[in-house]
């Protein structure tokens, strides 16, 4: 009897065919194709400044041997006084990507039709199309910036879900207060509206909270924020998603594996929150970094939108494989863009203001080669 191929198994078709996560490269991966050893990871948006000293000490009186608690109540508990929501709102998640990928679960149905913006953060597409949906998507304006107009005209054909992330990862820019009313004025009904805010600490003053808004509302919503970028807890995984209703966050929570959130993360998030000190003054330093930087690049002649988040989107003006490349052969991982219309982009993190004169270096030496 011949033996079966592993190529005749069936294969879950909306898993099996999706296009792949556009992931930074990791800092290992770069020493061995660099061959250098000083590596400036500006790929995946990661606090230079690490985490705060409270993380560490509590990371030190951890049970490994325990399973962690699967409702996080401590952090649920911390996060609900410091959002003014009940916590029966709230669920915690592995990272606030676990959280795209619950709420598609919890929401969707084979043949929903799901939208978002491009370019985008690619996990709103690519947890849409697991889940069976067909995704379409916004383009923003030459400038750069939200396209109000033909968002709207997208909520008016009733998404099952409408992923919007504001700040925009990859692009840089928040929604302004005029410009998410209108967006609010337009959600219908049967339309899940998810925020994700995972850049939030990083916006101006006068930059709505999205959660503010999105309460005052009697619409189907969803609030994402991170530990992974201003609280500097990326490789922790943990963040949370806020909803607007219990019989929502209990489908999300049902829609995620019951211990998702590990011991440490959620010993590590309990000590961030009560260390608000150290993430402002190190998100005041990146932001003034980022300006420092925007300012340099601006300079060059090359354009860039107006960031409120610790990345900056760049047209370098080459094709981006040939930009990573570059970077890559000075020690420096940037994200080469790969959307269509958007491929002679990069995406940069701030870093230390070392890195980040590194990176300039490198840009000038790209730009004028
Ligand atoms: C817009 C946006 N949403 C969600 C995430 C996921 O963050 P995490 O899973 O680390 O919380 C990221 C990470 O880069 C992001 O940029």
Known sequence: MTKPLHTELPLNPHVAGLPPYNAGMNIAAARRQSGRQDIAALASNE???GCSPRVTAALANLEPSRYSDPACTALRAVLSQKLGVSPDRIVAGNGSEEMIAAICRAVLRPGA???????GFGLHEIEALANGASV???GIRPDLDFDIPAIIAMLERGPAIFFLSSPSNPVGPALDHEGLTRILAAVRHETLLVLDEAYFEFTDEDTPDGL?????TNLSWVVLRTFSKAYGLAGLRVGYAVTSDVRLARAVSAAKTPFNVNAAAQVAAVAALADEAWMRSSVARLKH???RVADAVAAMGLSTARSQTNFLFIDVGRESPIAFDHFLSKGIIVKPWKEEGYDTFIRVTIGTPLENDRFLDALRS???P
Do not use: G, I, Q, Y
């Open 366 to 368: 790209l730009a004028r």
């Open 47 to 49: 606090n230079p400044d």
């Open 136 to 138: 379409e998507k916004v």
């Open 289 to 291: 970094e980022r300006e």
């Open 212 to 216: 503010a808004a999105l309460s005052a």
């Open 113 to 119: 039709f799901v939208a978002t913006v491009c370019p």
